[in-house]
């Protein structure tokens, strides 16, 4: 199963990838990163908020938003297009002609969204990391390797895949239903509210409650994945996508 789904998983991601929209929303994360993460780490210096507790806890929430939450918005247009974008370009029909199980299909269409993604993600992440200390060693050098911290390098790594996971299981079982790319992207943007709360939770360092409301949050996103996965495997039927393609 796994070696079928790679292999078209491969040949999506090159399609996808053709995409004007798709292609700008890397270069968006990573100009968003530079000017909103680089802008609030050289006002935070600039104020002289160089306490190490304080400014790590300042950074936590800012760039969790910067490498949490806009890397999110790469699988969700992936996957919004997976289904819909077939749809448009007249190709659902062939490829739901192929010898691939509905398992296999679909199990394809989540590695298409999550690979780029991740890479986007881990990509920012070491981006952040270098911009972040950049600053703080020409601005702050006792401040260098204060952040980011263990905590920040865990949320890092875990919840996007976690996020990534639960983004393309909603937005598989809704592009199957919508009409237009933009509809069902629209639709799944709502999963960025989720993600917010997870990237501000550094405002709860020194209290003890951080590292327990991730352990929480990861719990309770396992779970959610578990049973959105199930369900796009139930929903997800190529007889019925193929009597909707117009």
Not at 7 to 36: D, G, N, Y
Not at 123 to 129: E, G
Not at 203 to 208: I, K, S
Request: glycine share 8%.
């Amino acid at each position: 199963m796994l070696k079928k789904a790679w292999i078209m998983a491969r040949t999506e991601i090159r399609m996808v990838f053709k995409s004007r929209q798709v292609k700008m929303i890397p270069a968006m994360i990573v100009v968003m990163t530079v000017i909103f993460g680089g802008l609030m780490t050289f006002l935070t210096l600039s104020w002289g908020l160089t306490d190490p507790v304080y400014f790590n806890l300042m950074m936590a929430s800012i760039m969790g938003v910067v490498i949490i939450m806009l890397p999110i918005m790469l699988p969700i247009l992936i996957a919004a297009d997976s289904i819909v974008g077939e749809k448009e370009r007249h190709t659902l029909t062939p490829l739901l002609a192929t010898p691939l199980t509905d398992g296999e299909l679909l199990f394809g269409k989540f590695l298409t969204a999550l690979i780029p993604g991740l890479v986007v993600a881990y990509s920012n992440l070491v981006l952040a990391i270098a911009m972040v200390n950049g600053l703080v060693l020409l601005l702050a050098p006792p401040l260098f390797g204060v952040w980011p911290d263990f905590l920040s390098i865990i949320q890092a790594i875990i919840l996007p895949v976690l996020f990534s996971i639960l983004a393309v299981g909603i937005m598989v079982i809704i592009s199957g239903r919508a009409n237009t790319v933009y509809e069902a992207y629209q639709t799944g943007g709502v999963l960025i509210l989720p993600a917010m709360a997870f990237a501000y939770s550094g405002f709860l360092g020194g209290t003890g409650l951080n590292w327990l409301i991730f352990y929480a949050g990861v719990l309770i996103l396992i779970v959610l994945d578990i049973i959105l996965y199930r369900i796009a495997v139930k929903l997800f039927n190529r007889d019925a996508l193929t009597s909707r393609v117009g």
